[in-house]
């Protein structure tokens, strides 16, 4: 049975938009096409869902903002496609990436079992100690259930996997809180990189220094390619969301 996250501590989710941070992770979210990525992630950032999202072509970039006691954290994030065309455009984006988040449908197993594809790429182009989070998206198509928590479980389990998650883009549940969780695993890694460091400073400067974080550029790409010179842009009719949320 799938369990909303509930969290002990106090934070404050701030507006997408907000410009000022201490320190900044950047995240990748990939899985097969149609599984809901944008729409998780637009539910999360935005709090906006359509039923008819167009396909991702080649990424959309989105931003979380979260304040832990006096620290603004920012994800930046990194919504990726899936068709097969732009999978080499993918690979650039695992690089420098803290966190990856691997999603698949509940509603058809095909996803699922291609979370293995997604899963190997990730560790041959990724840090080697980039955190993974797995995401089992459109809970809320309860009749259309093809793959059950506890499966998916199981593979994070045996994987050694930081979270398993089970959420639903249409109506909310947990997509806010897989971000939450994030930030939270992120920053909390983060300070104790630094613990036995002489420098315990968390400014924006200081995590410019460190290995886990990034500045608030948007990295660039090779527009070269075709695949990249369609980025960020949308297919019309081939919706993400559709049939399932």
Request: hydrophobic content about 35%; proline content about 2%.
């Amino acid at each position: 049975m799938s369990k909303e996250l509930k969290f002990d501590f106090n934070y404050e989710i701030l507006p997408e938009n907000f410009t000022q941070f201490d320190v900044s992770f950047k995240l990748i979210v990939v899985g097969d096409s149609g599984v809901g990525k944008s729409c998780l992630t637009n539910k999360a950032t935005k709090n906006v869902f359509e039923e008819n999202y167009n396909a991702t072509i080649g990424f959309e970039f989105f931003n979380f903002n979260i304040k832990f006691g006096e620290k603004i954290i920012k994800l930046q994030i990194w919504d990726t496609c899936g068709q097969e065309l732009y999978r080499s455009l993918i690979t650039n984006f695992y690089r420098n990436s803290s966190l990856a988040i691997i999603v698949y449908t509940v509603t058809d197993r095909t996803t699922f079992e291609n979370v293995d594809l997604w899963y190997k790429e990730l560790r041959t182009h990724a840090n080697p100690n980039v955190k993974v989070f797995l995401i089992g998206n459109k809970i809320d198509l309860i009749d259309q259930r093809r793959i059950q928590t506890e499966e998916g479980q199981r593979y994070a389990d045996q994987y050694k996997l930081n979270k398993f998650i089970e959420a639903s883009a249409k109506s909310g549940f947990n997509a806010k809180n897989i971000f939450i969780e994030a930030a939270k695993l992120l920053y909390d890694d983060y300070v104790l990189y630094h613990k036995d460091t002489d420098d315990t400073d968390l400014s924006s400067e200081a995590s410019a220094k460190t290995p886990e974080t990034i500045s608030d550029k948007k990295p660039t790409v090779d527009i070269n390619s075709k695949a990249n010179s369609n980025s960020n842009k949308d297919t019309k009719g081939a919706g993400c969301c559709l049939g399932g949320k």
